[in-house]
């Protein structure tokens, strides 16, 4: 079918309210911005009809209040895979969604403007299944995919480690073969979903040093020798659990290897390329939610007589918040219309994780400070927004990072 273009409004965790009324707190929903939207197909439309719904009724209204408490929003992970939404950008046969990423994508920035646990929660889903999805055995994903995509079991994705985060390729975490098994010995670090996770996609030496020496291997989540150390204290994303997680000597079959010995790091490459637009999109809705609430505030504020949203100062403000999330919604969107199309698309996502998420650290400041002293109080939304937006440069590969691989394709690899 034609593409489709549909006015859809965001969902917020939590709303701006003017400065007069405190008796809610400053959950109150404001009025959204329209988000135009280019969705390929009816079935498309349906689905974001059906995430902005579960987003307004079930995730918004809680969203500040859990996040001050550090709550893991579990139950709103197991209605998302009954509803069919953990599975999204995967085959159908093994209980996925069959949507391309383009439509992923934009279900994924629904659910981070509601709020970002769990927004970045189904990214990091989704990346977890990515290994066996493309790189498994038939038998492996009929196994295993069905209750990984709709089963309600959540995911965890386990390359990073204390002393390898950029430098993935010098992981020090060991898988020693012992007859039909392996024994997987050390530590990853700040895995999202540590310690509650179903199962972890986990990266392990298995040969020599560099990249070559890495395999891949699906590790449930009550493995023996498994645990997860006290959660990370972090200025934002408080509900969504970060920590280390010790193998100690977990033992699991070979059946459980993904892809060929040695594979495992070209594996992780290309999940983190589309996972980092997984971010992009996450980023998006964090910047959306921002302005939308600025927007409602700087309406409703009124000052010298009129509204603050009468000043040119302002006025320029969120002209200019407004064209950073357009550029970066679309920079996402030709990206995930490239891996659609089965054409080459790493350069592309890094480009859109860097420009996203950089416009989301803008735009979450600038909210602030179009709210003043109040955008600085947690009666509103937006210091959230600000604390939540400055991780996204960080996971899935930092932003200086980003820029490496993108001049990497434009000028070739370093020549030192």
């Keep these: ?135 498994g055995s038939k038998e492996q994903q009929t196994e295993h995919l069905p209750a990984m995509l709709g089963g309600g079991l959540l995911g965890a994705y386990c390359l990073s480690e204390p002393a390898s985060g950029s430098d993935a390729a010098s992981l020090r975490t060991k898988a020693v073969r012992d007859g039909d098994d392996w024994v997987i010995t050390g530590t990853k670090a700040w895995i999202t979903h540590g310690g509650v996770a179903d199962f972890y996609t986990v990266l392990a030496r298995t040969g020599g040093e560099g990249a070559r020496g890495i395999s891949a291997f699906l590790v449930p989540g009550d493995a023996e020798g498994l645990n997860a150390a006290v959660p990370e204290k972090k200025m934002g994303m408080k509900g969504s659990p970060t920590a280390q997680i010790n193998f100690d000597a977990v033992r699991v079959s070979d059946a459980r290897r993904i892809g060929d010995e040695g594979q495992g790091f070209a594996i992780a490459l290309s999940a983190l390329d589309s996972g980092r637009l997984g971010i992009a999109a996450c980023a998006v809705g964090v910047a959306q939610a921002a302005l939308d609430a600025a927007v409602s505030y700087a309406t409703e504020r009124r000052q010298f007589g009129r509204p603050i949203a009468d000043f040119q100062g302002l006025r320029f403000m969120l002209a200019d918040m407004a064209t950073q999330i357009e550029a970066g919604r679309a920079l996402y969107l030709a990206a995930a219309r490239l891996r659609d199309a089965g054409r080459p698309f790493s350069k592309q996502a890094a480009m859109a994780k860097l420009l996203c998420t950089d416009a989301a650290m803008k735009v979450t400041t600038d909210a602030v400070q179009v709210l003043g002293g109040y955008g600085y109080t947690a009666d509103f939304p937006v210091e959230r927004f600000m604390r939540e937006a400055k991780v996204l440069q960080i996971v899935e590969g930092t932003n200086q990072i980003q820029r490496m691989v993108i001049a990497r394709h434009l000028a070739g690899p370093d020549s030192r």
């Excluded at 489709?4 to 404001?30: L, Y």
């Design 1 to 135: 079918m034609p593409n489709r273009e549909e006015s859809v409004m965001p969902h917020q965790g939590g709303a701006a309210r003017s400065a007069s009324d405190k008796g809610d707190g400053g959950r109150r929903a404001g009025a959204p911005q329209p988000v135009d939207r280019q969705l390929p197909t009816d079935e498309a439309r349906d689905l974001l009809s059906l995430v902005r719904d579960i987003a307004q009724r079930e995730i918004a209204p809680n969203a500040a209040d859990e996040e001050d408490a550090g709550h893991f929003p579990r139950e709103i992970f197991r209605l998302l895979s009954d509803s069919g939404l953990l599975g999204l950008p995967y085959d159908s046969a093994f209980g996925g969604g069959d949507q391309p990423y383009e439509v992923y994508l934009q279900v994924l920035e629904e659910l981070a403007a509601a709020r970002l646990t769990v927004g970045l929660g189904v990214s990091v889903h989704s990346l977890s299944c990515h290994a066996l999805a493309g790189y």
